[in-house]
């Protein structure tokens, strides 16, 4: 999508999607850490996709100290 106001594009990003596809795909999806890790493996990475303000860095840490597992993050934005 275009925009001449960046700030907007997002916005208008997400009424778009609204619209045609349906509202579950602009809400947020919340899972437990929990069943997250259950549905992993040692060879398939597991990617967060964040929104502003969202971190669940203290989560996965918890869950890695409660599993003894060491964990490695690494940001791939602008955090």
């Excluded at 996709?49 to 971190?55: C, K, M, R, T, V």
Aim: aromatic share 6%; net charge positive.
């Amino acid at each position: 999508m275009r925009s001449l106001r960046e700030d907007r594009t997002l916005i208008a990003s997400q009424l778009f999607i609204s619209m045609t596809l349906g509202k579950r795909f602009t809400e947020p999806i919340s899972y437990p850490i929990d069943s997250i890790w259950q549905e992993s493996s040692r060879i398939d990475p597991v990617l967060f996709l964040l929104s502003a303000g969202a971190d669940p860095t203290s989560s996965i840490d918890e869950l890695a100290k409660k599993k003894r597992k060491q964990t490695e993050k690494v940001s791939m934005g602008e955090g």
